[in-house]
């Protein structure tokens, strides 16, 4: 099998004696989430790598984003204000990747009037944002291709997360690899996700890609069994997750409590292979290996 650095870091042959911090999202808390200025953050502050959330448009390229709807994170609704897609919610996947080029994905998350918890307002970081380069409306969502791209020329590592719908599981996960391929990222990423049979169908299609099973609570017995079978790489699971299984690594998300004697210290004194974070910069500081 060919090496992954990901791999190898699990398997305690990269500095095993350290946890590794993945920017979530990116910087999130300096930046709009899931796009490169946040990925650019990410990389400054010190974090071994960034995580990002793919989704298929519908012409089908895959794209960096979290949510199913287009709402959140950009003016989709001033842009296509009248279209019919609204009445569903403005799906990412019945957009074509030209029409997501045209929509802002950076205004929202410096909007001094916004509520959004994920904003730089709800994060309290809108003093430290750059509110005009923010607010400009250059801001895009990426694309895999770009993200990728961008990951391998600063020599990074990316967990990529499979997000599909019912109806572009299979699809996704084929264009997520192509792109993976045509990038040759192959020993920089992780994929996971919660879809269990999206995990599945990379471990037999790409075994040079190392995986991830995400959960949202304890692992039951019967999951336990699949990611032995199918020697999935790790388990990303919430702090609430014991320790999942003594073969596997277990990465934790998402940790913003970087204070003295907070979970984020004991979650690293714990002995966790990994953290997910919206805060890397407070987090470098958390790591007492850091520290020395």
């Known amino acids: 099998m060919s090496s992954n650095r990901f791999r190898e870091w699990y398997r305690g042959r990269s500095r095993p004696s350290r946890a590794r911090i993945l920017a979530h999202r990116g910087d999130s808390f300096r930046a709009p989430e899931n796009t490169l200025e946040a990925a650019r953050l990410g990389f400054s502050a010190g974090a071994d790598g960034w995580e990002l959330d793919v989704r298929l448009t519908a012409d089908g390229h ?40 045209w929509l802002d994905a950076g205004s929202w998350f410096v909007d001094e009037r916004s509520i959004e918890p ?14 005009v380069q923010y607010g400009s409306g250059s801001i895009r969502i990426p694309t895999l291709l770009e993200a990728l791209l961008w990951t391998m ?5 990316v967990n990529v997360e499979i997000k599909p719908t019912s109806d572009d599981s ?12 045509r990038t040759r990222a192959w020993n920089s990423v992780t994929i996971s996700s919660f879809d ?3 995990v599945e169908s990379v471990v037999r299609n790409e075994p040079r890609v190392a995986t991830g099973a995400l959960i949202s609570g304890p692992l039951d017995p019967r999951t336990a069994s699949w990611i032995e079978w199918l020697a999935i790489d790790a388990v990303h699971g919430p702090p609430s ?4 299984l003594p073969a596997r690594p277990l990465l934790v998300y998402t940790v913003n409590d970087s204070s003295p004697d ?18 890397p910069i407070h987090f ?8 020395s």
Not at 170 to 181: G, K, Q, Y
Not at 241 to 244: G, I, L
Not at 284 to 291: C, E, K, M, T, Y
């Open 62 to 101: 895959p794209v960096v984003i979290h949510d199913e709807s287009l709402r959140r994170t950009t003016n989709v609704a001033e842009v296509f204000a009248g279209d019919d897609r609204g009445l569903i919610g403005f799906p990412v996947s019945q957009f074509t990747l030209e029409e997501l080029q």
């Open 118 to 131: 994920r904003s730089a307002r709800g994060f309290g970081t809108i003093d430290l944002v750059d509110r």
């Open 196 to 198: 269990h049979a999206v």
């Open 284 to 291: 470098r500081r958390v790591d007492p290996i850091n520290q």
């Open 170 to 181: 299979d699809a996704l996960v084929r264009s997520v690899l192509a792109t993976i391929e």
């Open 241 to 244: 997750s014991s320790a999942p």
């Open 153 to 157: 020329d600063v020599d990074w590592l």
């Open 262 to 279: 907070g979970l984020a210290t004991q979650l690293f004194a714990s002995g966790v292979t990994g953290i997910f974070t919206d805060d």
